[in-house]
C-alpha cells in the first residue's frame, strides 16, 4: 500500500494554540473562510492579501455538506480533503480547518483571530449577523478586501464546460513597430478578462522595439520579419512572409498597432474584413505617419483616434470605432499622442472584445 501522504486539517483547538503562541509573540493570527473548492488566481491573490495582515493565518474550509448546501447540488468540485491539501501547500497559509456548519460562528470563538479576513462587496455592517457578534465577541479586527475582478470559480467552471456552440477565443496576431502601449492594453484586458481572445503572435519589423520586448516577457510567440530599406514599406518576400506567420498562427483578427510598414498583397485578401488597424486622428481627418503634428499644426480643438478596417487606400477603410481627444493649450506633439493613446487603449481592446458583433 502506498504511504498516505495527504493533509491532515488541524482542530480548532490546535488553532486555538497557535493564536495563543503568536498572541503571546505580539503577533497576529489571521482567520479566512469560504469554500475554494476549485482554487485560482483570483483566490491566491486574495490569500496573499490577507496574509499580509498578520503574520500567519488560519483558513476554514466549508466541509463538503456545507459547500453542498450553499453552493447547490454540483459542488465543490473538489473534495475537502483535497481543498485542504491544496491550500495547505499554499505559502500564504499556516494551517488549515474544516467546520461543517454554515456559518463561522463557533469556530471564530474557539479560535479568536486577531484579524478576520473577508473577500467581496461586503462591509462590516453587511457581514452576517451572527459571525459579526462572534467576531466583536473575541476582538477581532475586521477588514474587507477586494476580490480580483475576472476571476471566479463560476467563470472558470463555464470556460471547462464550454462545447463547441459557444463562441471560441478570438485568436489575435499583433503587428507594431513602436512603444508597445496598446499591446500592454490588449494583454491587460485578456488577463481581466474583459478581453476573451488569446495573442497567437506577435510580428514586427524592429527587431529591438519594446513591443517585440513586451511580446516576448508576455510569453508571446515573436516574429521579426526584415521590411528592406524602405522604412515605410515592406519588400515581397516580407509581404510573404508575414502572411505565412500569421496563417501557421490560425490568426482570426490581425491588429495593426503602431505597425508603420504599408502592408499589400497576399496579406490583404487572406484577411480581409478581419484587419484593423488604430490610427491617432479622427479619420478620415489627419491620414498617414503624422497624424498627431498635423492635428497641431491645422489648430483644431480635438482629435482622435480611430479604429478601421486595413483596405489597399491608406488609412481608408470602414471605421469601427472613434474616441475623441481634447487638444489643449501648450500640447506638443508629444503630449498629446500619449493622451490619445490613452484613449485608444480603451477603444481598441472594446472593439475586439465586440468583435463578433461587427
Ligand atoms: C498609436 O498611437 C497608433 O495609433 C499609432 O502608433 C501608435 C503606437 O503606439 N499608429 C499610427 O500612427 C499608424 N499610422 P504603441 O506602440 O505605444 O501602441
Not at 310 to 331: C, F, H, N, S, W
Request: with cysteine.
Amino acid at each position: 500500500m502506498q504511504p498516505d501522504h495527504s493533509y491532515t486539517p488541524m482542530t480548532p483547538a490546535e488553532v486555538g494554540e497557535l493564536r495563543d503562541t503568536l498572541d503571546q509573540q505580539g503577533k497576529k493570527l489571521v482567520f479566512t473562510n469560504g469554500c475554494f473548492d476549485l482554487l485560482h488566481a483570483g483566490h491566491v491573490r486574495y490569500l496573499n492579501q490577507a496574509r499580509a495582515l498578520g503574520d500567519a493565518m488560519v483558513v476554514a474550509l466549508n466541509s463538503d455538506a456545507s459547500v453542498r448546501e450553499l453552493k447547490g447540488p454540483t459542488r465543490p468540485i473538489n473534495r475537502e480533503r483535497d481543498r485542504a491539501e491544496v491550500m495547505a501547500a499554499l505559502r500564504a497559509v499556516d494551517a488549515v480547518v474544516v467546520f461543517g456548519d454554515k456559518r463561522a460562528t463557533a469556530l471564530i470563538e474557539a479560535i479568536r483571530p486577531h484579524v478576520y479576513a473577508k473577500g467581496g462587496d461586503y462591509t462590516a455592517d453587511s457581514l452576517n449577523p451572527e459571525e459579526r457578534a462572534a467576531l466583536d465577541k473575541v476582538g477581532a479586527e475586521i477588514k474587507i478586501l477586494s476580490l480580483v475582478a475576472g476571476r471566479s470559480t463560476t467563470k472558470t467552471i463555464e470556460r471547462m464546460t464550454a462545447t463547441g456552440d459557444q463562441p471560441k477565443h478570438l485568436r489575435l496576431g499583433v503587428l507594431g513597430s513602436g512603444e508597445g502601449s496598446n499591446l500592454r492594453a490588449i494583454v491587460d484586458a485578456i488577463s481581466h478578462e474583459t478581453l476573451e481572445a488569446e495573442i497567437v503572435i506577435a510580428i514586427s519589423d524592429q527587431s529591438d522595439s519594446r513591443f517585440l520586448k513586451l511580446a516576448k516577457a508576455e510569453g508571446i510567440p515573436t516574429q521579426h520579419v526584415q521590411g528592406g530599406a524602405n522604412p515605410r514599406r515592406f519588400d515581397n518576400a516580407g509581404q510573404q512572409a508575414i502572411a505565412e506567420h500569421l496563417q501557421q498562427a490560425e490568426v482570426d483578427v490581425v491588429v495593426l498597432i503602431g505597425f508603420m510598414r504599408i502592408l499589400k498583397e497576399p496579406v490583404l485578401s487572406l484577411y480581409a474584413d478581419r484587419l484593423v488597424n488604430v490610427h491617432p486622428s479622427l479619420l478620415p481627418k489627419f491620414k498617414g505617419a503624422n497624424a498627431v503634428q498635423m492635428a497641431l499644426d491645422e489648430g483644431e480643438l480635438e482629435t482622435g483616434c480611430t479604429v478601421h478596417l486595413v483596405t489597399p487606400e491608406i488609412d481608408a477603410g470602414r471605421i469601427l470605432a472613434q474616441a475623441k481627444v481634447p487638444i489643449l493649450v501648450g500640447d506638443s506633439a508629444e503630449i498629446l499622442h500619449q493622451r490619445i493613446k490613452q484613449a485608444e487603449h480603451k477603444l481598441l481592446p472594446q472593439v475586439l472584445a465586440e468583435w463578433k458583433r461587427i
